[in-house]
């Protein structure tokens, strides 16, 4: 993946935090501002890749924010997603008439989120979004949704293929059962940890034939990982 950079505009430390960590997770390069007038000045100063941008801030609210954007020939076409606690009709159609491309309303699912972006910068800029995920002899492919083994197709429920391109996005990091359901089902999905092992194990089934080595790496205690080097094990 190209260096996209993403600026998030929003004063909650802790859902910046959030959101810094899973968008660098998928390797896009990530800045903050926590007032909307310092996300005005850094943007006259670095043009980013795409803005997610709160509607409630200090120093200039997000529709204010996002008017000046639109207003600018460097960033009129910015792909900007809002991000709100306001859930009306009436806030909805106020934030998309400003002129942002998106808007996602608080609480909001981390993987739906990141689906968005990468929607959006496809939209925008192609280039900047690996559709193909590749690692040792397997092939993800993003828009197709097919997976490839040493040329050998393999068919992979939908949660199972969301599994493998979460964990093939970081290959080499341990991801424990809750970041799992949290990244692959959502954090406002109420089911058991040990779901997780059934569908790794289905993964594992369909991925793994003819006495191939196992991609999927067990760290007892920890949960599991995309083994970065189980190619040169073979």
Known sequence: MMSTRILIVEDEE????????????????????????EA????????????????????LSGIELCRRIRARRETERLPVIML????????RIRGLGTGADDYIVKPFSVPELLARVRALLRRAKPAHV?????????????L?????????????????????????????RVFS???????VWGHDVYIDERTVDVHVGRLRKALNRARQSDPIR?????????????????
Request: glycine fraction near 10%; charge should be negative.
């Open 144 to 172: 197709s949704h097919r997976i490839r083994r040493e040329g050998r197709e393999i068919h992979l429920g939908p949660t199972e293929f969301k599994l493998l391109e979460f964990l093939m996005q970081s290959p080499g």
């Open 40 to 59: 005005d000045l850094r943007m006259q100063e670095q043009t980013p890749d795409l803005v997610l941008l709160d509607w409630m801030l200090p120093g």
């Open 84 to 91: 709100t606690a306001r859930g009306e009709e009436s806030d």
């Open 218 to 234: 067990t760290v007892r205690g920890s949960g599991y990982s995309f083994d970065e080097m189980f190619a040169a094990a073979e």
């Open 177 to 183: 059962r809750e970041q799992l359901l949290d990244g």
């Open 130 to 142: 690996a559709n193909l995920l590749v690692a040792g002899d397997i092939e993800l492919d993003r």
């Open 14 to 37: 802790a859902l910046t935090l959030l959101l810094r960590y899973n968008l660098e997770a998928e390797g896009f390069v990530v800045d903050s501002a926590a007032r909307g007038d």
